[in-house]
């Protein structure tokens, strides 16, 4: 299985605010994605991080927002910018493919952002 | 309508009993099966994951996946306090790239 390195994997921000989060794979993949949980719901998808290209994000998240790095195979970052208390969340990195089949997607731990 | 259902739970279940979680799913393109365990405050780790239909064990652990009643469970022998987290199930289409997750169950095993 694939090791996904995840940080900061808490932090508290002002209002107003951004926040860069980092994603680091033990090795190359194929895809890797970017969700958000909110305490006690699931996983809601905000994008994938395309490789060399713009993300590719779902309904409801935009880039100004949410942009998103992916220089490497192995790399990505979400930011969150001008934070407001409804960024509060749980932000989570995901990767699928590589050494594995590309079926099963494998999680950091996390990032628990709070906002005041 | 949800692609996938689960039911949020909480369920509560003595030390040794067996639990059974399961989810539906309306997309017949699913083919590839998997169960998330979540401890709070972590990420989702992979239990088990399985292509198409048909059943697998690993230890106390069981996965089973009916296609034609779009139905998939997950079985836990002999529960331990230590299995207590929420239990997200996921699927994906062959060649998809999206993993579209259930609400999650959250279990409490009693010691």
């Known amino acids: 299985s694939a090791v996904i390195s995840q940080k900061p994997s808490r932090d508290i921000c002002q209002r107003g605010t951004s926040l860069t989060i980092q994603c680091q794979v033990d090795?190359?993949?194929?895809?890797m994605f970017w969700y958000r949980q909110q305490p006690g719901q699931s996983l809601t998808l905000i994008a994938t991080a395309n490789q060399g290209s713009e993300a590719t994000y779902e309904s409801g998240f935009v880039i100004d927002k949410f942009p998103i790095s992916r220089p490497n195979l192995t790399f990505s970052t979400l930011t969150v910018s001008n934070m407001s208390p409804e960024d509060s969340s749980i932000y989570l990195c995901?990767?699928?493919?590589?050494?594995?089949?590309?079926?099963?997607?494998?999680f950091g731990q996390g990032t628990r952002l709070t906002v005041v | 309508q949800k692609e996938v259902e689960q039911d949020p739970g909480p369920l509560s279940v003595p030390e040794g009993a067996i639990v059974s979680l399961n989810c539906t799913y309306s997309n017949s393109a699913f083919q590839y099966f998997m169960w998330y365990r979540q401890y709070s405050r972590k990420g989702p780790e992979l239990l088990m994951y399985?292509?198409?239909?048909g059943n697998k064990e690993d230890g106390r652990f069981t996965a089973q996946v009916d296609k034609s009643s779009k139905y998939i469970s997950l079985f836990i022998r002999d529960s331990q306090p230590s299995d207590s987290a929420t239990y997200l199930c996921?699927?994906?289409?062959?060649?998809?790239?999206?993993?579209?997750f259930g609400a999650g169950t959250r279990l409490f095993v009693k010691a």
């Open positions: 090795s190359q993949v194929t895809m």
């Open positions: 995901s990767a699928t493919g590589g050494r594995v089949e590309n079926t099963e997607a494998f």
């Open positions: 399985t292509y198409s239909s």
């Open positions: 996921a699927m994906r289409e062959t060649g998809g790239f999206k993993t579209i």
